[in-house]
C-alpha cells in the first residue's frame, strides 16, 4: 500500500506558477506510470500529464509548453512545474502512480489550485 501526499497547491495570479509535489510513503522507483490529473469546477477529472517508465511524457493540448511533470526516486516524488497559469486551471489537483500489476493505482487527496484573473 502507498500513500500519496500532494503539497504546493494555492491561490497564485494569472501568469504566475506554481510547483505541485506529490511525495509517496514508498519507493517509486518501479513504477511504471505516474501523472497528473485534475478536476475542474463542473468538470470531469481529466489527465493533465503523465511519465511512464519507457520515458514517454504526455500532457493534454492545454498545458503543453508550459507544465513539465518530473520525478526524484530518491526524494520518491513527483513533480509538476506550472508556468504561465491561466483562470482555466483552477481546478483540484490529484497525483496518480500506477505499478505493474493490476489494482496497484493509487490516488492523492488532491491539492487545490486557484488561479485569480
Known amino acids: 500500500q502507498v500513500q500519496l501526499v500532494e503539497s504546493g497547491g494555492g491561490l497564485v495570479q494569472a501568469g504566475g506558477s506554481l510547483r505541485l509535489s506529490c511525495a509517496a510513503s514508498?519507493?517509486?522507483?518501479?513504477?511504471?506510470?505516474m501523472g497528473w490529473f485534475r478536476q475542474r469546477p463542473g468538470k470531469q477529472r481529466e489527465l493533465v500529464a503523465i511519465s511512464v517508465n519507457t520515458g514517454v511524457t504526455n500532457y493534454v493540448d492545454s498545458v503543453k509548453g508550459r507544465f513539465t511533470i518530473s520525478r526524484d526516486n530518491a526524494k520518491n516524488t513527483v513533480y509538476l512545474q506550472m508556468n504561465s497559469l491561466e483562470a482555466e486551471d483552477t481546478a483540484v489537483y490529484y497525483c496518480?502512480?500506477?505499478?505493474?500489476?493490476?489494482?496497484?493505482?493509487?490516488w492523492g487527496q488532491g491539492t487545490q489550485v486557484t488561479v485569480s484573473s
Open positions: 514508498g519507493s517509486i522507483f518501479s513504477a511504471s506510470a
Open positions: 496518480y502512480i500506477k505499478f505493474p500489476g493490476g489494482g496497484n493505482d493509487y
